[in-house]
């Protein structure tokens, strides 16, 4: 587990990539921080499975509902961040 | 938001469209509403569905247009004839731009939505179709699905007479579909051995062979249409390939989708093997837009996936900016003529 006190883009790319599998493609180049995440391949259970993987790696816990009405990576980095502070 | 897709920026042949039509667990409160209220022309085909649908259509029009509505949407009353109108509409109005699609796919009840524009059916006896089904598995066995970031063959252990594979949507992306408790006890084991799961939309188990002696109930009336081949090239989530006039014109074939598992992750890579395309998704949530974007064909972007509804339909005020800029991309192919996204969307109105 990471002692992390925030998670950056860079961070949360990876993740994304990670919970890709082998068998799908995923383009995440470029300034996704706006980018929608149905825009990006990510619909809520695959956002459900990399918000998983950060609460492992992160150790911080996120309820369900901090993610009701995230839409793009800045949102979720924003959520992520909050509740790592809180930890 | 990302406007105009990566592709703009890369230089390409012109690339056929092809519309990816939604099915249940799709829909949302408020989908499509602020295009009903601001399009004049999707207006006019939304109601002509309903004016089909004849007694009943009020109330799910009622029920769709408000807030509070008096039948939960995720019932098979309202999601299904709501899905099949606004996926209907969509379609209807991209051919009516004059497009003339390469392919037409689309998921459970976004199939039926799918063979009426490509001339299977009339709008009157698609309808007929829907209001049939809509009847026979209102009575249905209840129970669900539940969505698992796994491959189909991942599930072999969790399946059993009462929970079975109700969809393959993706290489890590199936829907398991049972009745109530039997599909929780499956939940629980998948969760406990680390699967990313999420329950879906509904409330019956669609896809299930539990709901096969209902929708069968579905023949005679099939029986009696004078079904016919397709006319634009369709693909079949329940075969994974193009459908055959053989199997267009089965009235079984249509009467056990409800049932029959469906393929929407062969169907796609059926596809996008026929060449580069523009896929166009014509319907609510963006979910399929998700799915095509992990292809390796559109993640390498040398196809692309656009839609015309945004992934939630928060006040409404983003239909119209999704389907500009669809347009948009049309024009930026060669599909249509420069400037035909200010015509065709003109500046909307608020009747």
Not at chain 2, 170 to 178: D, S
Not at chain 2, 198 to 224: C, D, I, Q, T, Y
Not at chain 2, 246 to 260: D, N, S
Request: charged fraction near 20%; proline fraction near 7%.
């Amino acid at each position: 587990m990471s002692d992390a006190t925030e998670i950056t883009i860079d961070d949360l790319k990876r993740i994304m990539r990670e919970s890709a599998g082998e068998d799908e493609s995923i383009d995440l180049d470029g300034d996704i921080l706006e980018v929608p995440f149905a825009e990006l391949g990510y619909d809520s259970l695959a956002l459900l499975e990399a918000a998983g993987r950060i609460t492992r790696e992160y150790g911080v816990s996120l309820r369900d509902d901090e993610l009701d009405g995230v839409e793009t990576p800045r949102a979720f980095l924003d959520a992520v961040n909050a509740a790592l502070v809180r930890v | 938001m990302r406007s105009t897709p990566p592709s703009d920026t890369v230089p390409y042949a012109r690339r056929g469209v092809a519309l990816l039509f939604p099915g249940q667990g799709s829909q949302q409160a408020g989908m499509a509403v602020g295009l009903y209220r601001q399009h004049p022309g999707f207006r006019d085909l939304v109601d002509q569905v309903f004016t089909a649908w004849g007694p009943g259509a009020k109330a799910v029009r009622d029920d769709w247009l408000t807030d509070t509505p008096r039948v939960p949407l995720d019932s098979v009353g309202r999601a299904q004839p709501l899905l099949f109108a606004i996926d209907w509409a969509l379609g209807r109005m991209v051919l009516d731009w004059g497009i003339r699609p390469v392919g037409l796919l689309g998921h459970s009840v976004g199939e039926v939505a799918a063979a009426t524009l490509s001339g299977v059916f009339t709008l009157d006896e698609a309808v007929a179709v829907m209001r049939d089904r809509v009847e026979h598995i209102s009575g249905a066995p209840s129970g669900g699905m539940l969505a698992v970031r796994a491959s189909a063959e991942q599930m072999a252990p969790y399946l059993h007479a009462d929970v079975v594979v109700g969809a393959v949507n993706g290489p890590r992306q199936v829907m398991l579909t049972g009745s109530t408790e039997p599909l929780a006890e499956s939940e629980r084991r998948l969760r406990a051995d680390g699967f990313t799961c999420m329950r879906a939309r509904a409330v019956n188990p669609f896809h299930s062979p539990a709901l096969e002696p209902a929708a069968l109930r579905a023949v005679p009336a099939l029986s009696a249409l004078p079904l016919r081949a397709p006319r634009l090239p369709l693909y079949s989530g329940y075969s994974g390939a193009p459908m055959t006039g053989a199997e267009a014109t089965e009235p079984r074939f249509w009467a056990r989708q409800p049932a029959a598992p469906v393929l929407f992750g062969p169907a796609l890579d059926r596809l996008l093997s026929t060449g580069d395309l523009l896929l166009v998704e014509a319907g609510p949530a963006q979910g399929l837009t998700a799915l095509a974007k992990r292809h390796p064909a559109v993640a390498s972007r040398r196809s692309a996936v656009v839609s015309l509804l945004p992934a939630r339909p928060g006040d409404g005020s983003g239909d119209l900016a999704a389907v500009r800029s669809v347009l948009e991309q049309l024009v930026a192919e060669g599909h249509l003529a420069s400037g035909a996204e200010a015509e065709l969307v003109g500046a909307g109105d608020s009747r």
